[in-house]
């Protein structure tokens, strides 16, 4: 019912009567009016005035389940979605779904994560509300040595979706980060559970620095923020009801193929270090080459100064630039 009043109210762009509420909505206006009631205190401010009804102020960054569903309008992607102030992690909470059921498209939103969970078993900072965390769970019927795939297809939505909303350029640092003036800005988890030849589910958890106004000593040096960069708050679910848009768009092109063929044109354009010496950290060992961009099973090839060709695999491996983290 609040995202239905929502909807409306924000569709009216101006005054909506309280009866006219009622009726399109089948509900008594004293329904209505604990609606209104209920979305003042989720922060929205809603003028009413007699005779004329209620009106939906425009408010920055209205963070809340109902705002979210009143404007996705994507096909499959975030449809359905659960919402929390506050989770352990949206990737915990996505797998629990998954293992109940949940269907394909589905996707986890925390405003706080107390356990957030980055690759290799590192800590990703989510005590703060103002970002993003979101898992988006999937069920694509693929083999499953194509899943860490997925992880490329996301950093391309994540990469189009900021630049729909916020007109910010940023890159992708392959495989599962988005930077932003050589600092890291997104971070990308995919958790995969499948038998040999069957994905039973996928999750792919999304980490997006949206409106960190600073971070701790430790990582300031790496990490940024996009309000830190525009200079002003980002309206979330703008933000994120873009990347959905254009996950729907790069997954559709994904799965046609059953890899990136049709979308590693443009992802070696937005690819930090593309024809840049780069070091890759591999658990063997480490060695330099020169990046020559990703193919289309989304491995990064890197040319050993020897003139050999290495297909480097995610998974284990960590990829920079020779001066740091970029
Ligand atoms: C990384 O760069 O190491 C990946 C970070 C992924 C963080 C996101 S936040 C939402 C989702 N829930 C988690 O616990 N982790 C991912």
């Not at 994507?74 to 269907?103: C, H, M, P, W, Y």
């Not at 297909?311 to 960590?318: D, T």
């Amino acid at each position: 019912m609040k995202t239905k009043v929502l909807t409306f109210l924000k569709e009216a762009q101006g005054y909506v009567s309280g009866q006219a509420l009622s009726e399109h909505l089948g509900v008594s206006r004293t329904a209505i009016w604990k609606v209104i009631r209920q979305l003042e205190e989720d922060g929205y401010y809603i003028k009413a005035v007699r005779n004329k009804g209620y009106c939906l102020i425009a408010c920055e960054d209205m963070f809340t389940e109902a705002e979210l569903k009143s404007t996705i309008t994507t096909k499959i992607a975030g449809r359905a979605l659960t919402f929390f102030e506050e989770t352990d992690s949206t990737n915990v909470q996505a797998k629990k779904l998954a293992e109940q059921g949940a269907k394909d498209g589905m996707l986890v939103i925390a405003k706080r994560q107390t356990a957030g969970r980055g690759r290799r078993g590192r800590v990703w900072q989510s005590k703060e509300d103002g970002n993003i965390y979101m898992s988006l769970l999937l069920r694509p019927n693929i083999e499953p040595q194509r899943a860490s795939m997925l992880t490329l297809v996301a950093a391309l939505a994540l990469r189009t979706g900021i630049w729909k909303a916020t007109q910010v350029e940023c890159l992708i640092k392959w495989p599962n980060d988005l930077v932003l003036e050589k600092k890291k800005l997104c971070g990308i988890l995919t958790e995969l559970s499948a038998d040999m030849d069957e994905i039973h589910y996928v999750v792919v958890g999304i980490g997006i620095n949206a409106n960190m106004e600073q971070f701790p000593e430790e990582i300031n040096h790496m990490a940024t923020s996009l309000q830190l960069f525009v200079g002003s708050n980002i309206n979330r679910v703008n933000l994120i009801h873009e990347i959905l848009l254009a996950w729907e768009m790069y997954y559709d092109a994904f799965l046609k193929q059953g890899d990136l063929s049709l979308l590693m044109e443009e992802y070696n354009q937005y690819l930090v270090n593309c024809h840049d010496v780069v070091k890759v950290l591999a658990p063997a060992g480490e060695f330099c080459g020169t990046s020559k961009g990703i193919n289309p099973k989304g491995e990064l090839l890197v040319e050993k100064e020897d003139g050999t060709l290495v297909e480097v695999l995610s998974g284990e491996v960590s990829v920079r630039g020779i001066y740091g983290y970029v």
